[in-house]
């Protein structure tokens, strides 16, 4: 360890592991956050927009089940999404159900490209294709490890599987 000045700096050579994935994501977020916030994006509006337009107008409740938020803290996004013409309310006739549906609307389509493009760009914390190769390879690693580690239990009874936490990896 050194020392600069009245504050003891730690070598990040010495970190252990997850420290070091830890700060790289912290830091990789903090900037795709900054250029979501200059299209007035967050990252979670950008994960509401995603399942609105993967899958549809839905119930609030069923979307805050998706994000596993409550409905009341997406109930309070919703309605600044809507003000932000990110969302809107759709009549259920429209979609053949009853009752009222949240659905992306033209605007939150637009954002949301622009914020897909914003995310893939390689210039991003300098993610160029090289590392982004090696973070896709250490991430599969690690799935083969716990896979091979974690006996398989079955799910408890009326448990839902929606799928992996994360999208499968390109390649």
Not at 73 to 80: D, F, I, P, W
Not at 107 to 129: C, F, H, V, W, Y
């Amino acid at each position: 360890m050194t020392y600069q000045g009245s504050r003891k700096m730690q070598n990040e050579g010495d970190w252990e592991p997850v420290r070091l994935l830890s700060t790289a994501a912290r830091l990789v977020r903090r900037e795709v956050d900054n250029k979501l916030r200059a299209v007035g994006l967050t990252q979670e509006r950008v994960t509401v927009l995603r399942i609105l337009l993967a899958d549809g107008p839905m119930r609030r409740a069923e979307l805050a089940r998706r994000l596993r938020v409550t409905a009341q803290t997406l109930g309070t996004a919703l309605v600044s999404m809507v003000a932000q013409g990110l969302v809107e309310e759709v009549p259920g006739e429209t979609v053949g159900r009853s009752g009222r549906w949240m659905a992306i609307s033209e605007r939150g389509q637009k954002l949301l490209a622009d914020a897909e493009n914003l995310e893939q760009d390689t210039s991003t914390a300098g993610i160029g294709p090289e590392l982004r190769s090696e973070l896709i390879t250490l991430i599969r690693a690690l799935e083969r490890g716990r896979q091979q580690q974690a006996p398989h239990r079955p799910a408890p009874a009326g448990a839902q599987h929606e799928g992996p936490l994360v999208p499968p990896l390109p390649g």
